[in-house]
């Protein structure tokens, strides 16, 4: 299996949210997994499937105008005026897809601890309280990086959370989307060269190749429609 490292781009909330959903349900070599980085048009909140957009509104900061887009997995309100943003979809057909929604959360997240250790970035993860029962991983329903929750990245010195993440699964694998936050690392972090130590964790973890390639061939009139769905009100108010 390959791990298809895609092109980094840059987009509305929608869009961002729509490609994500698309490179989990029509990607064309299905077989492989994918990993892209992308960045954000404008100031961007995005927030969990299943919450309620009052909640988030208030979340919301009250000077400034932002997108905000509901996403197609679940977790809490996620800022991402100064994150570091990526997606990962898991075929249906590796054996991760069948493991618990804690045991993907640690493997992708225990990659990204170690691709930051590699570059001499304190990090690790939080770990379960020993009488503590894990169902759930990933941000609570809530605000994400206001606390860590179990398997998240945190500086092992502060507690500091430095990554979540959110997680969908359906017929066709399963989609990660994750954000870093770049205020909780040094500055002066090479961000490409932790692209770089990420990607070939990942790839060790998943038993897959990486392999740099073109951005597929997805329907932009697809791309589009789903784009424009997600900038509607309805979908921002559904749940």
């Not at 994918?34 to 957009?53: C, I, K």
């Not at 045991?103 to 379960?128: G, N, T, W």
């Not at 997680?167 to 989609?175: A, F």
């Amino acid at each position: 299996m390959r791990l298809d490292l895609l092109p980094a781009r840059s987009g509305s909330a929608a869009e961002n949210m729509a490609t994500d959903f698309l490179l989990l349900q029509r990607y064309p070599e299905k077989e492989n997994a994918r990993f892209r980085h992308y960045s954000w048009h404008r100031p961007a909140f995005t927030f969990g499937y299943g919450q309620p957009l009052e909640f988030v509104r208030a979340q919301l900061p009250a000077n400034e105008t932002v997108e905000l887009c509901r996403r197609p997995t679940g977790g809490g309100v996620v800022d991402h005026r100064n994150d570091w943003t990526y997606s990962l979809v898991i075929p249906s057909e590796h054996k991760l897809c069948e493991a618990r929604a804690t045991e993907s959360y640690r493997l992708v997240h225990d990659c990204i601890a170690e691709a930051f250790r590699a570059l001499s970035q304190p990090a690790l993860l939080k770990e379960p309280e020993p009488t503590l029962a894990i169902d759930t991983a990933g941000c609570e329903p809530g605000v994400c990086f206001t606390k860590a929750e179990v398997y998240d990245v945190v500086h092992p010195r502060t507690g500091t959370k430095i990554a979540g993440a959110a997680q969908k699964r359906s017929k066709q694998g399963m989609l990660f989307q994750g954000s870093i936050a770049r205020s909780a690392v040094s500055p002066s972090l090479d961000w490409d060269a932790f692209e770089q130590q990420l990607t070939a964790k990942l790839g060790a973890a998943l038993h897959a190749v990486p392999t740099v390639v073109p951005w597929p061939e997805i329907s932009e009139e697809e791309l589009t429609a789903l784009t424009d769905q997600y900038s509607t009100e309805e979908w921002n108010a559904y749940r």
